[in-house]
């Protein structure tokens, strides 16, 4: 066999595939012999006809499932014979296997990229510190009672935090466009659900009256077909309600399973909390500098292959997400997988690098980590016990945890050579890292 590499680009590698008549008609003939001993054909007992008769009416296919094996075996022979790693199955093309010539073809594939480790020790990262103090508990204590608020209709005109009942219809030109129309909408003025205006100009209404918006969709709005559009908002605004928030008494303890101790307990018991998902925000923001580094210090050629199909699947991840809201991907103008080609590139960029450094330095899960892992995780819910059991059950759910205690291997090794700083973070700051409004309108 004749094996050589073109080099088609950074990653693409093109191989040229010849194989002897010779090695092919020996493989026909090997596989004819063994039919001869079984097969049967009219007017000859089974395992008796001769061997040219087998060959005139089964050459042919045999013929044609030896070229398909050896088109498989010679494929990964000449990988394995190159040291070439393919990222996804080849493109074959020049394909022969006329009778008499042998068997000759091109495989054309991408390859994955060498990856050279940056210095470690030259890495500069930060490290984030959190205490949560008795100000972050009061304000969480407020969220979670705004969290069980009940809502009291009142009869004056509507203000920001108030919740308003109403129907309205977005026309474009005249036009009214998919998605922009909604019967009984529930909306809190001032959450900035909506385009810009459209809260604002509910404010200071009462039930009953009829206000129409002329706005205009954001430049950057996610359905491109309506971004930048003026539109026309026709509302009728049917009730307006103000927040009742619930007294801190041992009814609403209780929702939180605390059933004795009083404020003293139910603070104790939000404290806790917060310090458990402070504790794994504060990892989450450690992992994602880190990493954000990591990628930083590596310049790579990416194959194209392992990118596209990482767009695909975030793609696919985004769709299911907004079905599981109720929410029609198709209607509210989703946009296709190469919305995500950044993203999809610093994910697989990132990806073979951590493949290469967890190889490089030998890291593996450890399996206490993992199992406390999943016990962290599960502390927060009330059978906690139920909850080990779950991830436990399924393979899969396990390997998603897996991951995760190897990446904070990963990280505790690159933390332990790099150069570290730590910088205090208020517990919201942690928790909300640069949050920004999603605003969206006329229920697109």
């Known amino acids: 066999m004749q094996v050589s590499v073109e080099n088609a680009g950074a990653l693409e590698r093109r191989l040229v595939v010849q194989i002897p008549e010779e090695r092919v008609a020996t493989r026909v003939s090997e596989r004819l012999q063994e039919l001869t001993k079984s097969v049967k054909v009219d007017?000859?007992?089974p395992g008796k006809a001769p061997a040219k008769v087998v060959e005139r009416r089964y050459g042919p296919r045999v013929r044609e499932e030896v070229v398909?094996?050896?088109?498989?075996?010679?494929?990964?022979?000449?990988?394995?014979?190159?040291?070439?790693?393919?990222?996804?199955?080849?493109?074959?093309?020049?394909?022969?296997a006329e009778p008499?010539?042998?068997?000759?073809?091109?495989?054309?594939?991408?390859?994955?990229?060498?990856?050279?480790?940056?210095?470690?020790?030259?890495?500069?990262?930060?490290?984030?510190?959190?205490?949560?103090?008795?100000?972050?508990?009061?304000?969480?204590?407020?969220?979670?009672?705004g969290q069980h608020k009940q809502w009291k209709e009142v009869a004056r005109p509507s203000q920001n935090g108030d919740q308003v009942v109403i129907d309205f219809e977005g026309s474009?030109?005249?036009?009214?466009?998919?998605?922009?129309?909604?019967?009984?909408?529930?909306?809190?003025?001032?959450?900035?659900?909506?385009?810009?205006?459209?809260?604002?100009?509910?404010?200071?209404?009462?039930?009953?009256?009829?206000?129409?918006?002329?706005?205009?969709?954001?430049?950057?709005y996610r359905n491109a077909e309506l971004a930048g559009k003026a539109v026309e908002f026709k509302i009728k605004l049917k009730r307006v309600s103000e927040p009742e928030l619930p007294a801190l008494d041992e009814a609403f303890f209780e929702k939180f399973g605390v059933t004795a101790g009083g404020l003293v307990a139910f603070r104790e018991e939000v404290r806790d909390n917060m310090i458990r998902e402070r504790d794994r925000a504060l990892q989450r923001r450690f992992n994602s500098g880190v990493l954000g580094k990591l990628s930083e210090a590596h310049t790579l050629d990416l194959p194209k292959a392992l990118v596209e199909a990482?767009?695909?699947?975030?793609?696919?991840?985004?769709?299911?997400?907004?079905?599981?809201?109720?929410?029609?991907?198709?209607?509210?103008?989703?946009?296709?997988?190469?919305?995500?080609?950044?993203?999809?590139?610093?994910?697989?960029?990132?990806?073979?690098?951590?493949?290469?450094?967890?190889?490089h330095a030998g890291i593996a899960a450890d399996p206490g980590k993992v199992r406390a892992l999943v016990e962290g995780m599960a502390?927060?819910?009330?059978?906690?016990?139920?909850?080990?059991?779950?991830?436990?059950?399924?393979?899969?759910?396990?390997?998603?945890?897996?991951?995760?205690?190897?990446?904070?291997?990963?990280?505790?090794?690159?933390?332990?050579?790099?150069?570290?700083?730590?910088?205090?973070?208020?517990?919201?700051?942690?928790?909300?890292?640069?949050?920004?409004?999603?605003?969206?309108?006329?229920?697109?």
């Not at 998919?178 to 809260?199: C, K, Q, S, Y």
């Open 43 to 45: 007017g000859f007992r």
């Open 68 to 96: 398909s094996d050896l088109l498989r075996s010679s494929y990964a022979e000449a990988l394995q014979a190159e040291k070439l790693r393919p990222v996804s199955d080849p493109e074959i093309g020049s394909f022969s």
């Open 100 to 145: 008499g010539q042998g068997l000759s073809y091109t495989a054309s594939f991408e390859i994955y990229p060498e990856v050279q480790l940056a210095a470690i020790e030259a890495l500069q990262i930060e490290r984030p510190i959190c205490e949560v103090g008795e100000a972050d508990i009061d304000k969480m204590v407020e969220v979670l009672r």
């Open 172 to 220: 474009i030109d005249g036009t009214v466009f998919p998605g922009g129309t909604a019967t009984d909408f529930d909306l809190v003025l001032g959450d900035n659900r909506m385009i810009e205006g459209f809260e604002s100009g509910l404010v200071g209404r009462s039930a009953g009256d009829d206000v129409t918006l002329n706005l205009s969709f954001p430049e950057a």
């Open 310 to 359: 990482e767009m695909q699947r975030m793609q696919a991840q985004n769709q299911q997400a907004l079905m599981m809201r109720g929410l029609n991907p198709q209607q509210i103008g989703a946009g296709g997988p190469e919305l995500y080609a950044d993203p999809a590139a610093k994910r697989v960029k990132l990806g073979l690098v951590m493949a290469e450094m967890i190889r």
């Open 379 to 444: 502390a927060s819910y009330e059978d906690a016990d139920a909850v080990v059991k779950w991830y436990y059950a399924d393979p899969r759910r396990l390997q998603e945890i897996e991951a995760l205690c190897l990446e904070d291997e990963a990280v505790a090794w690159i933390a332990s050579k790099a150069q570290v700083s730590e910088v205090s973070l208020s517990f919201d700051d942690l928790m909300n890292p640069g949050q920004t409004d999603h605003k969206a309108g006329g229920g697109t």
